[in-house]
């Protein structure tokens, strides 16, 4: 168990998830935090995108998972051989004729594909991850070239942070039925463009997340809710997806910024919906 006292003023730098994630809570870490239970005992997170929450809380006991096998891998990659990825990341220069070479290809070993996902995710237009039906990733080079891809120092501290989880991928249902009362299970669905069309959205993985998904999870949670598991679920602040939810989850609205936008300057904030399960 862990006791309820947060310091996010402190060594923020290390508490940054290693890389960006279109719809990723970094905007909100520190509020996320405010809604987190005094005391749990395992943490997890089924759809862990940035897993910003994870990263800022540094949990003793995790469980991180996703339907994207190649996050999952990267965090693999990373929790076990941090050294021979950025050993094999540091000869990579930012370009944009590197980046449509390694989207082109298919590597089969682990800390290649590590590299792709990093490297495409790095420079992707917004930090997008978009896959087709057939799982290609196709997301357009976003035209910044930073210097440095990233520091060895922040491959390491997530690597430490890593050595306290346990990586699985799948369904949120299955990677989350070892959940027991006294744990904390935060959710963290892709939002739905609209109730009207029912459709997901962004294709995180070749199966996608749709309306009827929502409807899985709202149910799924209260069933974890009723067991005395302790539930953080952030959802779009619409009507339609809030009332799928059961009364006896609380709902908060915050203000965030919108990442997805062709230009810094048209993201806009907007309101997300937290909701939890136990009283804070």
């Given amino acids: 168990m862990r006791?309820?006292?947060?310091?996010?003023?402190?060594?923020?730098?290390?508490?940054?998830?290693?890389?960006?994630?279109?719809?990723?809570?970094?905007?909100?870490?520190?509020?996320?935090?405010?809604?987190?239970?005094?005391?749990?005992?395992?943490?997890?997170?089924?759809?862990?995108?940035?897993g910003a929450l994870f990263f800022a809380l540094r949990p003793e006991s995790a469980v991180l998972a996703d339907l994207n096998p190649e996050l999952i891998n990267f965090y693999s990659v990373i929790k076990s051989r941090p050294i021979v990825f950025y050993k094999a990341l540091s000869?990579?220069?930012?370009?944009?004729?590197?980046?449509?070479?390694?989207?082109?290809?298919?590597?089969?070993?682990?800390?290649?594909?590590?590299?792709?996902?990093?490297?495409?995710?790095?420079?992707?237009?917004?930090?997008?991850?978009?896959?087709?039906?057939?799982?290609?990733?196709?997301?357009?080079?976003?035209?910044?070239?930073?210097?440095?891809?990233?520091?060895?120092?922040?491959?390491?501290?997530?690597?430490?942070?890593?050595?306290?989880?346990?990586?699985?991928w799948g369904d949120f249902e299955k990677t989350t039925s070892l959940a027991r009362e006294g744990d904390l299970v935060y959710f963290d669905p892709p939002y739905p463009k609209g109730a009207a069309d029912q459709d997901g959205f962004a294709r995180y993985s070749s199966t996608g997340f749709n309306f009827d998904d929502h409807k899985r999870l709202a149910k799924y949670a209260a069933k974890l809710a009723d067991r005395g598991v302790h539930v953080i679920i952030t959802e779009a602040a619409r009507k339609a997806i809030l009332g799928l939810y059961p009364k006896v989850l609380k709902v908060s609205l915050v203000r965030s910024s919108s990442l997805i936008a062709a230009q810094s300057k048209f993201r806009r904030d907007a309101y997300e919906a937290i909701l939890t399960s136990h009283n804070i």
């Fill in 3 to 50: 006791d309820g006292k947060h310091d996010l003023d402190k060594d923020t730098t290390s508490r940054r998830p290693l890389i960006r994630w279109a719809g990723g809570k970094r905007s909100i870490a520190r509020k996320l935090v405010e809604f987190v239970p005094p005391t749990f005992g395992t943490y997890f997170e089924p759809m862990v995108g940035s």
């Fill in 91 to 168: 000869p990579l220069r930012a370009s944009k004729v590197t980046y449509y070479r390694l989207r082109r290809s298919s590597p089969s070993s682990r800390i290649a594909r590590a590299i792709r996902f990093f490297y495409l995710v790095r420079l992707s237009w917004n930090g997008l991850y978009r896959v087709n039906r057939r799982g290609g990733f196709n997301v357009p080079f976003g035209g910044r070239c930073p210097k440095e891809l990233v520091t060895f120092d922040a491959i390491l501290r997530a690597s430490r942070l890593l050595h306290k989880a346990r990586l699985l």
